[in-house]
Structure formats: C-alpha cells, structure tokens
C-alpha cells in the first residue's frame, strides 16, 4: 500500500461548485497532514495545514478522520483560478520535515 | 526575488553524463530539501540538510547521486553517469526550523532534467 494515496482525476465542475478530495494514508501514527497547490509547471505551495479534527480558511475546509486514516479538502463556491493540482502530504511521524506526496489531484474549473 | 533559487532551470544532456545543480535557498533558512517530480506523480523526497549536515537520505537517492551543502547556504546536487530514468524535474525546498517542529517549506521553480 502506498504511503498517502489519492484519485488522480480529473475532476471538471463548473465555477460555483463545490468539490471535495479525499486521501488516505497507512501510517496511522502520523501526526501532521498538510494540502499543497500546485500550478501547471509551477512549484508546489502550502494550501493548508491540518493539525487537529480540520480547520477552515475562507472556501477551503480540510478535514481529519483519524479512524479511517483519511484527509478532505473541500473547496467551495470553484473559481477559475482554483484549476491546479491538489497535493496530499503526509510526514512520517518520527520525521514531519520529510514531506511524502500524494500523486495529486487535477482540479478543472470550467466556466 | 528573496524566493528559493535554482539553476539552471532547463538541463539536457546525454546519457552517460555528469550533472549538476545549484539551489539557493532563503537566506535565513536553516533547512533545506531536494525532491525529485516527474510527470503525473508528486514530489518524491530525495535528502535534506540542517545547515551544513546531510540528516536523511532516500533508497531513491543511489550512489551516483550526490548533494552538499557546505557552508550551510547553498546546495549542489550532482548526478553521475546519468541514465534516462532520471529524467525529471527537481526541486529544492527551503525552511526554517528547530528541533522536531514543522515548518513551512517554500520551493523553488525546479530544474528540469532531460537525458537523452
């Protein structure tokens, strides 16, 4: 199994919708969960860190099942400018410098 | 630009070559990370120092691979005799931290790798 995975996509929806991403992970003693954004030949960047149950910045709401093993980041009210790559990351839990990516999520917002 | 810096952004060289590149991380950044992305997958891990000291190594990072970062600013990482499954794009990432905390790394544009 691999270490943090996710649907690749795509997921198309039209400017407005909401869209949620899951993705899991198998060490279930890790402690930090982050999203990054990352644009078409662009460098990934901090979207979110989720440390605890979830937490919530403006249209963005990522959320924590620790039962389950799994990580969603929910995007509300789609722009445009949110068609990129969403990228789950999930440090081990003796090392929270050494990121491991997920392959990512292609997000396409149509107008 | 106070950002992460890498060069060259564009590399393309035959197989069987040596190559090198060069990460310029923000200055007041203790920590730096190298990733290696190719197309359709995320960044893979690859090593990282805390100043000057190697701290981590990957099973992906094989002997001819080779990063240092001597005076604790600036890396190089070195590729020898490549092979085509190195192609890639590979990424430098910088931050600033002590001990186990977390901290925001902020990446620089990446080389990108063609061996042909």
């Known amino acids: 199994r691999k270490e943090v995975e996710q649907d690749p996509g795509p997921f198309n929806v039209p400017e407005g919708a909401t869209v949620a991403f899951n993705c899991t992970y198998s060490?279930?003693?890790?402690?930090?969960f982050f999203w990054y954004r990352q644009d078409c030949r662009k460098e990934p960047k901090l979207l979110m860190s989720v440390y605890s149950s979830g937490n919530e910045d403006g249209r963005f709401t990522a959320q924590l099942n620790r039962a389950s093993q799994y990580i969603s980041l929910l995007i509300r009210d789609s722009k445009l400018s949110d068609s990129a790559t969403y990228l789950c990351?999930?440090?081990?839990?003796?090392?929270?410098?050494?990121?491991?990516f997920g392959t990512g999520t292609r997000l396409q917002v149509f107008p | 630009d106070t950002g992460v810096s890498q060069n060259p952004r564009h590399k393309i060289t035959k197989r069987g070559q040596n190559v090198t590149f060069r990460c310029d991380p923000i200055?007041?950044?203790?920590?730096l990370y190298w990733y290696r992305q190719t197309l359709g997958q995320g960044p893979e891990f690859l090593t990282y120092f805390q100043n000057e000291a190697q701290l981590e190594k990957s099973r992906l990072l094989s002997d001819r691979f080779s990063a240092e970062r001597p005076k604790g600013s600036f890396s190089t990482l070195e590729i020898q005799r490549t092979e085509q499954g190195d192609s890639a794009m590979y990424l430098c990432?910088?931050?600033?931290?002590?001990?186990?905390?977390?901290?925001?790394?902020?990446f620089g544009p990446g080389t990108r790798l063609t061996v042909l």
């Open positions: 060490n279930s003693a890790s402690q930090s």
């Open positions: 200055s007041e950044h203790n920590r």
């Open positions: 990432a910088s931050s600033w931290g002590q001990a186990i905390e977390h901290n925001e790394q902020f």
């Open positions: 990351v999930v440090p081990p839990p003796y090392n929270t410098d050494k990121l491991i």
